[in-house]
């Protein structure tokens, strides 16, 4: 029901209710029975059972429970403990990641007011918010928060802050009329208060027609619980490489033990050796470094003043490609500003960061004093004396109480070194109030001399036409078509800067009492013009131009007017010469193919509503682009959740918003999501340094028993000797390459395709061609060590268990770089160095510690052969193997 656009008979009518009675007792009592509560309705909650169940249907932990089972089958019990605490490890963090995303529903009730006034058999009363009902007639007064969707009927200088629905930073000026058009947004709907908003100006009177669910504020409720959350790149990687690994397993134990029985091996022995293979094809401390390299990412975001909710975020963010940025608070502060002070002749800018009261008035560029203006300073008491507004100062964190523009006045005064207590002798005898359909606010002010004057702020095309003088300096001149014109222009001049214009105007009255309004506001003096506007954040700007090179578009996402938000754009650099600009009306006007089709040309999406939000993430989704959401408010949550990685704000954001997003923003800056596109690089190319060590020392034990096979060989290595190169050599070093710090380029490449496999950008040749030099040298060791001592076998097999524990080791530092082993500084990393030496000081313990050496199948070498050990070793990282890109 479009209830904007009915008058009071057809509301009553409609609703069964009388605007001077209410509804009675048992009225209510039946609606509330019909139509429940009004609260936001819970999601039908999974026991903590289930929740914890379906942590292990992931593919990847599956083939880790399916290791396990071998390695208690090998006897391998530590190794089976081991890998097991590994599971139940990433199960625990995944579930009570997961009972906490799906708070924000239960966050949503929180802002719902308690106790609400209601018209009930001809008398008002206070009863609970839940128990309102359409039909309802309510009051609503300055600091409430409206508790259900409420056509207004009457109102007195009515003003609702709705950015939290709408995203628009002023607050909205309300209205009784009827709004004869169809098709009207929330934020247009002026007649309108909505649940969940606050009111910060004036009262009203008004009947409830939607509560609970089916409010605006419900029906983002209701979007954000039926929102399914998109895997992350990372997370179907590891599921893409889980499905090879364990492929690869069942093809090498089926094709060993059938190659080793075909040549006579006993059959028992033959399956241990094709098993030991299989484990060492599934490299079972993937999942934990992967997730121990996130957390470390996360600790150094926490650095950088962001808070991960989720351990993929940080990567996810990395392969970004579309940034969907709120404009209100996010791009910009969140914090209406006087930036520049028209009085006749003179134009000011004015500094300053917010509502901290310390700025600088500048005239031509020049540092100025206010108050030896006499114009200036004349402006800015007056506006002192027309506003309500307050500074609140709790410990250098400065905030409004009353509302943001008149508290931006307040500010820009304050600058000056004014304030009310400097104002002493003024004392405001009458006010008549700001009223929608006026645009205007008046005072009637007597001086210690008992002068009377009448100070009136307002809108200017509204104030201009009451106008019929100007004052410049000490003379009141008559206000021509010339000097209208004139300060037309300038007034037009503020507004293409994205710039909020009011001015002020004088009128000095005599002494009476019973002047009627209008002729207190007609034949006045105008006196100056401010421009107000909520600024661009510090280093946003250069922040978007960063993230241009970096190939990740950013686009502003807006409730705002199309001029406000084309013009900040433009002050950021974000929308470029030829880049379009959408509002909300147009976006309703085409269907989800149109939008996408339109889409890659559009950097600015002003007027728009939760519904465009969540269409406009969608269509850059289907577009193939990895997307970002960011934003303050709880219009912001649907689409936040949506999008590949939602992003929200620390201080200014609501909770609802927090608890959809993966990633919170503790400083509010925009310019943190660069260091977290970074950051996330950084960390998924180090995944890919350790999954290119992991997977070729893995194909290098694999060959080297297959070489062996066909040859009709002994077994170079014992199953235990496998599972010990797998779990114990090759952990140190890959958990250190998720340390290493990002190389000079990584903000200069363009984010990766979403599409593209783990192994792409030749790193599937690498693995395979530097795994099979592994085998390959591991192999000649063993044949050299064998053929000279034949009847030594555990020697032959400590010889290459050494050479193939050695020739990862050194091929780790290849790993650092797509080029060769010598393009980055070799001790740049002193975590991989550290990681190196402990696992030789670990093999030099096997090898050369005899208790051990009965369970490891070693025996001691003479330091001779490490000589031609370390030369083999070197082999697979110092030859030159031409690159091969898939």
Known sequence: MKWYTKNQAEIEEKLQTDMR???????AYNRLQQQGEN???????????????QQFKDFMVLVLLGATLISGLLGEYIDAIAIMAIVLLNGLLGFFQEQKAEKSLSKLKELSAPVVTVLQEGVWVNKSSRELVSGDIVKIRTGDRVSADVRLLEINSLEIEESVLTGE??????????????????????????????VTRGSGMGVVVATGMSTAMGQIASMLSSTERMPTPLERKLEELGKILIVTAILLTVAVALLGIYQGHPIYEMFLAGVSLAVAAIPEGLPAIVTVALSLGVQRMIKRKAVVRKLSAVETL?????????????????QMTVRQIYVPKKHFFVTGKGYNPKGKFLLNRKRVDPLHSESLSHLLRYILLCSHAEIMNNKGNYQIDGDPTEGALVVAAEKAGLSRHSLQGMKV??????????????????????????ITKGAPDVLLKRTSWIQDGKEKLPFTPKKEKHIQHMMQRMTNEALRTIAVCVKEIGASKNDQDFQLESDLTFIGLFGLMDPPREDVGEAINICRDAGVKTVMITGDHVNTAQAIARQLQLLPPNGKVL????????????????????????????????????????????????????NDAPAIKASDIGISMGKSGTDVTKEASSLVLMDDHFATIKSAIE??????????????????????????????????????????????????????????????QPERDVMKRPPRNQKESVFSRGLGYKIVSRGFLIGLVTLLAFMFAYQKNPDHLEYAQTIAFTTLVMSQLIHVFDCRSDNSVFSRNPIGNLYLVGAVLS???????????????????????????????LALSAIPTLIWMPSRKE
């Not at 609260?39 to 169940?53: G, H, M, N, P």
């Not at 009458?430 to 001086?447: L, N, T």
């Not at 893995?698 to 797998?726: K, R």
């Open 21 to 27: 009675f209410g509804l009675t007792e048992k009225q």
């Open 39 to 53: 609260t936001i309705a819970d999601q039908e909650k999974i026991s903590r059972f289930y929740l914890f169940v």
């Open 169 to 198: 930073s002023i607050p909205a000026v309300k209205d009784d009329k009827p709004i004869h058009k169809e098709n009207v947004e929330l934020g247009d709907q002026q007649n309108m208060a909505f649940s969940g908003t606050l």
């Open 318 to 334: 990395g392969a970004a490609s579309v940034i969907c940025s709120d404009k209100t608070g996010t791009l910009t502060q969140n």
């Open 429 to 454: 005898i009458r006010e008549i109030p700001f009223d929608s359909s006026r645009k205007r606010m008046s005072v009637v002010v007597e001086d210690e001399k008992g002068k009377r004057f009448v």
């Open 583 to 634: 509002d909300g009306y147009q976006i309703s006007a085409m269907n989800d193919e149109e939008l996408e089709a339109l889409i890659p040309d559009v950097y600015v999406f002003a007027r728009v509503t939760p519904e465009h939000k969540l269409r406009i993430v969608k269509a850059f989704q289907n577009n193939g682009h990895v997307v970002a959401m960011t934003g303050d408010g709880v």
């Open 679 to 740: 950051e996330g690089r950084n960390i998924y190319e180090n995944i890919r340094k350790f999954i290119r060590y992991l997977l070729a020392s893995n194909v290098g034990e694999i060959l080297v028993m297959l070489f062996a096979m066909m040859l009709a060989m002994p077994l170079p290595l014992v199953p235990v000797q496998i599972l010990w190169v797998n779990l114990v050599t090759d952990g140190l070093p890959a958990l250190a390459l998720g340390l290493d």
């Open 839 to 869: 696992s030789v000081l670990l093999l030099l313990v096997v090898v050369y510690y005899e208790p051990l050496q009965p369970i490891f199948h070693t025996v001691e070498l003479p330091l001779t052969e490490w000589i031609y050990i």
